[in-house]
Nanobody, 127 residues
Framework: QVQLVESGGGLVQAGGSLRLSCAAS????????MGWFRQAPGKERDFVAA????????YYADSVKGRFTISRDNAKNTVYLQMGSLKPEDTAVYFC????????????????????WGQGPQVTVSS
């Protein structure tokens, strides 16, 4: 099992930047692929970005490609989401998630593939 604690949310103006961090504790961090999802009021929790356990593969939602960057530091047990050129439509609660590496599994963008979740910091982008 792994515990995930996010930080770095807040209020930012459109066009600005924020970096979210997600610190993991418990089972070895390298046992997990990591992802970020977000949920706006009244909407589903949507995929944002994912990174494989060694950081060699990354996936992004089309809506954030070129603006967001996911990265991880396995020595610090932390995954990051650098968000730039923020838009009001990026406003949401952002969740860090861990996908346990299982035999035959690959990095996933599906919410249901993730086993553990953080509490979700609010990100608000004002116009």
């Amino acid at each position: 099992q792994v515990q995930l604690v996010e930080s770095g949310g807040g209020l930012v103006q459109a066009g600005g930047s924020l970096r979210l961090s997600c610190a993991a504790s418990g089972r070895a961090f390298s046992s997990y692929h990591m992802g970020w999802f977000r949920q706006a009021p009244g909407k589903e929790r949507d995929f944002v970005a994912a990174i494989s356990w060694r950081g060699l593969s990354t996936y992004y939602a089309d809506s954030v490609k070129g603006r967001f960057t996911i990265s991880r530091d396995n020595a610090k047990n932390t995954v990051y989401l650098q968000m730039g050129s923020l838009k009001p439509e990026d406003t949401a609660v952002y969740f860090c998630a861990a996908q346990l590496r299982r035999l035959g599994s690959t990095l996933s963008t599906a919410r249901t593939a993730y086993d553990f979740w953080g509490q979700g910091p609010q990100v608000t982008v004002s116009s």
